[in-house]
């Protein structure tokens, strides 16, 4: 399976940090817990606004979170500050 995107690192580390499992997440979503981590590891879709909401309102994951600055400079139109590579 090929990483579509990086990892959500930030999101994986705050539901270790505070015991959200996946499931949990899965759940309030109404996913499968395996959706949950193709989502967190890069391999599957993105989190939508919707997701990022409702993960914020029920288990305080910071918003900024779900937000990636990091953008490879191929995927920059102006050569924008905010990039790693």
């Given at each position: 399976m090929v990483r579509k995107?990086?990892?959500?690192?930030?999101i994986k580390a705050?539901?270790?940090e505070n015991?959200?499992?996946h499931k949990d997440v899965a759940k309030l979503l109404d996913?499968?817990?395996?959706t949950v981590s193709k989502k967190l590891n890069g391999f599957?879709?993105?989190f939508t606004l919707g997701?990022?909401?409702l993960l914020?309102?029920?288990?305080?994951?910071?918003?900024?979170?779900?937000?990636e600055l990091n953008v490879p400079k191929k995927e920059l139109k102006g050569g924008?500050?905010?990039?790693?590579?």
């Open positions: 995107r990086q990892p959500y690192n930030k705050f539901l270790v015991g959200i499992k996913v499968a817990p395996n599957g879709g993105d997701d990022a909401k914020h309102s029920n288990f305080g994951i910071p918003i900024s979170y779900f937000f924008e500050k905010y990039c790693n590579s």
